[in-house]
């Protein structure tokens, strides 16, 4: 059987795996084995981030699009029935937007949705 001499792969393996590691505390940036741990749970943590990020960014865009409704006396759930009424196709990204940047903008969408209700 002939010799394999696997120093250059394993290196390599090693060394992408140390890099990944720099900054953490202690043997977790030093030490390989324990390193190794980390860095695929902080892999795991970052797959499932990557979810938890869209919605917690809905999650944000509902609030800011609930409270300037209020402002308007009208809730959420009926401003956004109010614009599928009347046919007004913005996602909920661009409604937070124009709710916080565009107050004016904003308003008007408030008096569409009303009058589709009304």
Known sequence: MPRVKSNVARNKRKKKIMDAA??????RSKLYRIA???VEKSWEHAYRGRKQKKRDFRKLWIQRINAASRQHDMPYSRFIHGLDEAGVELNRKVLADLAVREPEAFAELVSVARDQLD
Not at 22 to 27: E, L, R
């Open 22 to 27: 720099k900054g953490y505390f202690g043997g």
């Open 36 to 38: 190794k741990n980390r």
